[in-house]
């Protein structure tokens, strides 16, 4: 706190009061103010002292009597905390003294400066996101946080990769008060070339007021069908969707384009009627050379009434440790009256258009359901629970969780999660595993210390996002005047594993950080801050032309310093950014001289930016084309102009960037947007990208244009490999006959249905081809997708060129039966009734042979081929003095019928007693 001058305001000299004439003070903050109390008469005076401020500004101690001798002085400390919430500036705090008759015979005042206080941050709400099919809408969703004190005009960038290294950079800007949150939302659709990819990121990166970086949230993206080549993730075609509060918005992309235009519809409106409030959210998109034409996303009515609520349409969830997307129902009840109960609950099936067709059973995506409640105990403490099935093609998953958060006025705040996973494998049922999350977070304050912890465990099986990860952070700080201590010590491994053997992704990543450094206030309006780190990463990478997995470790020592200027009204900002250090690889490379320098220049509506870099700084950028490279060497440099005309009605924004990788190559973008306000509500927009990327003989250019208010797609070109690929060739057809050969005049081929080739799901083409081009020499198992035909698992080694392989879909019969124990008499063997997971073996005349397990009540399902086949319980498995008397049953499975079998009647043997008689001999 720093103490001004004296200041004295009294209405009656007798008696005067005196304080501080003003006083800085942090949010959060007890501090005192003194006051000099003094009866200057000859009589004792009764007096009441009552002090007045804004709300944030909490007096404790308020509404004194006092008794004042005569000629009696005192000196009277006032309590004061000021709250989390109350916004930076100046507030008065007015100090009165009341006499008898109810009048105001002295009164002081007291400036109250709040300091600034900066705290935001930016999460992914959907930290993953699949696509499955053409049209399907990829929205990106992020939430954004104001935690500060103070209103902050946030610049978002959204980068999405796009041919051969180079990336499209999406930025929106957003208005935050101070404690208030927003999302922000990207959109684009899937198209064709889009399917191309396999796996890609989208990074979101967030800058405050100051274009300073606070954070950034990162989201995974990952194909699930296309018939298309092999592609790394480095290529992408974005399309973006504004979405605001109570809008319609049109939107036409490469509208001239003969290959890729596409119209969208956005709506978003709020009806109020009494107490019933409903929400229509509608995304609709028309893509005239697709061939899902029509295409209806983020689409979903709200209605709420006081607590209770109903949202119909596309439904996504963020807050459990399973990101669940698609269409369906979700009801809840949130009261926020202390002592009551908040419920969430919905059930979806996970497709993304809310127009096609329904599946009551059998969704190809699975279906989901959930549960969520909250129960606040008082103002300081909240216990939370969840419960999550989630059925997909990949994993049937459980989720049971508890979360216990206590807050006390934010000086102690910590929570304690503890959730419960059960992970099944949908191909191998057996295959199962029990799976714990435990979780610890805590935030002590204390003077001017504070301390925080932020501790997780998950078993490398469960089924939340956060499967396998270990994370201890630990960071202790201390605040002085005018500069600021912290030490903190991160450690953060990464090892998931996968419940079904078929898609084996095990991998190990570690991450160990020791920093200690300081904040440091060299003026009113710069700043200072020196780190130093010590790191150590380690992490699987596949190495060499046969791609061998190998533990890679990388250590860095590193001081770190920052220099942050602002002028008079910020019309010029300056940072300057400095790391240098060493690191290396152990057993791949030396110890090598390391260094960073980036420059920021704002200057009211221009900004300039230069970044240049020798050296590796984290593990990941050793990782090139498959080798331990430690010699990067990055040159980046960006400007951006704004200018407005018109009266401000037109608004036009230039920025070009270049950056330079000697590793990646070389890539230079120009960009334009021009934002009208035509009519005060209206506004039309139209941008022009023009991105080149030049490698060595590699040199790519594209060009994109979009009208109306939102963004287009650039169309890309093909990335060349360097690694051994051949190519996949599948024909899928209908084998009517189901004797496992194409016949022409019988069989027909198989168009538009789902096969998986690994993890990665194919559509087949109007003949019946799948082609999997630049596949990687590998060992791939592809199995079908289509529950009423059947197909069995085949695996494939892609070592040459070309690989043909057929796939036959044969017709398949549905037959049920049960399991059963009878009870055959008192003297039987006590055993548990063991119902689930019981193997039932058709066997066909053919003597191809096909499993099938019982559920939890003894029931079972088979899809089989057309056919004869002799059915019975594999008795290896029964339990010990457990038969089966008539152990065979014999049906026929025919089209379009389904059969129910007699039961299996499971047998219990007797035990063995000795009888012994009783009597009196003759």
């Known amino acids: 706190m720093i103490l001004g001058s004296m200041l004295c305001f009294s209405q009656n000299v007798g008696v005067s009061i005196e304080t501080e004439q003003s006083i800085e003070a942090l949010n959060e903050e007890m501090f005192s103010l003194l006051l000099k109390i003094q009866n200057n008469t000859d009589a004792e005076q009764h007096l009441q002292l009552v002090c007045?401020?804004?709300?944030?500004?909490?007096?404790?101690?308020?509404?004194?009597?006092?008794?004042?001798?005569?000629?009696?002085?005192?000196?009277?400390?006032?309590?004061?905390?000021?709250?989390?919430?109350?916004?930076?500036?100046?507030?008065?705090?007015?100090?009165?003294?009341?006499?008898?008759?109810?009048s105001a015979i002295a009164t002081a005042e007291t400036a109250l400066e709040i300091k600034l206080k900066r705290n935001l941050r930016i999460i992914a709400n959907e930290p993953q996101v699949l696509i499955h099919q053409v049209g399907d809408s990829l929205r990106i969703s992020t939430q954004v946080y104001n935690s500060g004190n103070q209103t902050e005009e946030v610049d978002l960038t959204a980068t999405f990769p796009q041919n051969f290294g180079s990336e499209i950079a999406i930025k929106k800007k957003t208005t935050l008060e101070p404690f208030t949150e927003k999302e922000v939302v990207f959109s684009q659709i899937i198209d064709k070339n889009l399917l191309r990819m396999e796996l890609f990121v989208v990074n979101i990166a967030g800058r405050n007021s100051?274009?300073?970086?606070?954070?950034?949230?990162?989201?995974?993206?990952?194909?699930?069908?296309?018939?298309?080549?092999?592609?790394?993730?480095?290529?992408?075609?974005?399309?973006?969707?504004?979405?605001?509060?109570?809008?319609?918005?049109?939107?036409?992309?490469?509208?001239?384009?003969?290959?890729?235009?596409?119209?969208?519809?956005?709506?978003?409106?709020?009806f109020n009627l009494g107490s019933i409030k409903a929400t229509l959210n509608l995304n609709g998109g028309y893509f005239q050379n697709l061939d899902t034409k029509l295409l209806m996303q983020n689409t979903w009515l709200k209605v709420e009434h006081r607590n209770l609520g109903i949202q119909l349409g596309n439904i996504s969830t963020s807050e459990l440790d399973l990101n669940l997307i698609g269409r369906g129902a979700e009801v809840f009840y949130g009261a926020p009256e202390v002592g009551k109960l908040g419920i969430k609950m919905g059930v979806l099936e996970k497709n993304y258009n809310l127009l096609d067709p329904l599946p009551l059973h059998n969704s190809p995506r699975g279906y989901a359901a959930y549960a969520q409640s909250s129960y606040s105990f008082d103002e300081k403490r909240?216990?939370?629970?969840?419960?999550?099935?989630?059925?997909?093609?990949?994993?049937?998953s459980l989720i049971i969780k508890n979360s216990y958060q206590y807050n006390k006025e934010n000086n102690t705040v910590y929570s304690v999660d503890l959730g419960y996973g059960y992970a099944q494998s949908p191909t191998i049922p057996e295959n199962a595993k029990p799976s714990v999350a435990l979780g610890l977070t805590y935030y002590k304050k204390w003077n001017r210390y504070i301390f925080s912890s932020n501790n997780f465990y998950s078993s490398g099986y469960y089924p939340g996002i956060k499967k396998g990860s270990t994370v201890f952070e630990q960071r202790i700080s201390r605040e002085f005047d005018k500069f600021s201590l912290f030490g903190n010590y991160n450690l953060n491994v990464y090892e998931p594993k996968n419940i079904d053997p078929l898609y084996d992704f095990n991998t190990l990543s570690k991450r160990m950080k020791i920093e200690f450094g300081g904040n440091f206030s060299l003026s009113r309006r710069a700043k200072m801050s020196v780190t130093t780190q010590g790191m150590d990463e380690q992490s699987d990478i596949f190495l060499g032309p046969n791609f061998v997995k190998t533990t890679i470790s990388y250590r860095a020592a590193l001081l770190n310093s920052a220099l942050n200027y602002n002028?008079?009204?910020?019309?010029?900002?300056?940072?300057?950014?400095?790391?240098?250090?060493?690191?290396?690889?152990?057993?791949?490379?030396?110890?090598?001289y390391i260094y960073r320098l980036q420059a920021n220049w704002y200057h009211s509506d221009l900004m300039l930016s230069t970044n240049y870099q020798e050296g590796n700084f984290m593990l990941y950028e050793g990782n090139v084309n498959n080798e331990i490279r430690a010699d990067s060497r990055k040159i980046s440099a960006i400007a951006s102009y704004r200018f407005n005309m018109l009266q401000d009605k037109l608004s036009i924004v230039l920025s070009t960037l270049g950056n330079y990788d000697n590793q990646f190559g070389t890539s230079i973008s120009f960009n334009s947007s021009l934002d009208y306000h035509a009519l005060r509500a209206t506004r039309l927009f139209a941008n022009i990208n023009y991105n080149k990327f030049i490698k060595a003989d590699v040199t790519s250019a594209t060009t994109y244009y979009q009208i109306g208010i939102n963004q287009d797609l650039p169309t890309f070109g093909e990335e060349n490999v360097n690694y051994k690929n051949g190519q996949m060739k599948i024909f899928v057809f209908y084998d009517l006959n189901n004797n496992n050969v194409y016949d022409v005049d019988n069989d027909r081929p198989a168009s538009n249905v789902k096969i998986k080739i690994n993890n990665t799901i194919f559509v087949s083409d109007a003949d019946g081809s799948v082609r999997y081009r630049k596949l990687p020499y590998a060992d791939y198992t592809v199995k079908s997708m289509e529950e009423k035909w059947f197909t069995e698992d085949q695996l494939v080694k892609v070592d040459r060129k070309e690989v043909f392989l057929t796939v036959p879909f044969q017709k398949t019969s549905t037959i049920k039966g049960k399991i059963a124990y009878q009870k055959t008499s008192k003297t039987q063997y006590e055993i548990p009734e063991i119902l689930a997971g019981m193997p039932i073996i058709f066997k066909n005349q053919f003597g191809r042979i096909f499993t099938f397990y019982t559920d939890a009540k003894g029931e079972y399902t088979a899809y089989v081929p057309l056919g004869d086949y002799e059915v019975s319980i594999d008795a290896k498995v029964l339990q010990k003095n457990v038969y089966v008397d008539e152990n065979l049953q014999n049906v026929k499975a025919e089209e379009g019928t389904v059969k129910t079998l007699q039961n299996f009647l499971l047998k219990v043997r007797e035990k063995k007693v000795e009888v012994k008689k009783f009597g009196i001999s003759n």
Request: aromatic share 10%; net charge positive.
């Open 210 to 270: 100051n274009k300073e970086f606070f954070g950034n949230a990162v989201v995974i993206v990952q194909n699930a069908l296309g018939s298309r080549r092999y592609i790394d993730p480095l290529n992408l075609n974005q399309y973006l969707q504004r979405s605001t509060a109570n809008h319609i918005s049109i939107t036409a992309n490469n509208p001239f384009s003969k290959f890729g235009a596409s119209e969208n519809l956005d709506l978003r409106s709020e």
């Open 567 to 592: 002028a008079i009204n910020n019309k010029n900002r300056i940072s300057l950014l400095y790391s240098q250090g060493f690191s290396y690889y152990p057993g791949f490379s030396d110890l090598k």
């Open 382 to 396: 909240i216990l939370e629970s969840a419960a999550v099935i989630d059925n997909d093609p990949f994993q049937k």
């Open 52 to 102: 007045e401020s804004d709300k944030g500004v909490r007096i404790l101690n308020n509404d004194i009597s006092l008794t004042l001798s005569a000629g009696e002085k005192m000196f009277f400390p006032l309590k004061i905390f000021i709250d989390k919430k109350q916004p930076s500036g100046i507030s008065t705090i007015t100090s009165t003294l009341i006499a008898k008759n109810k």
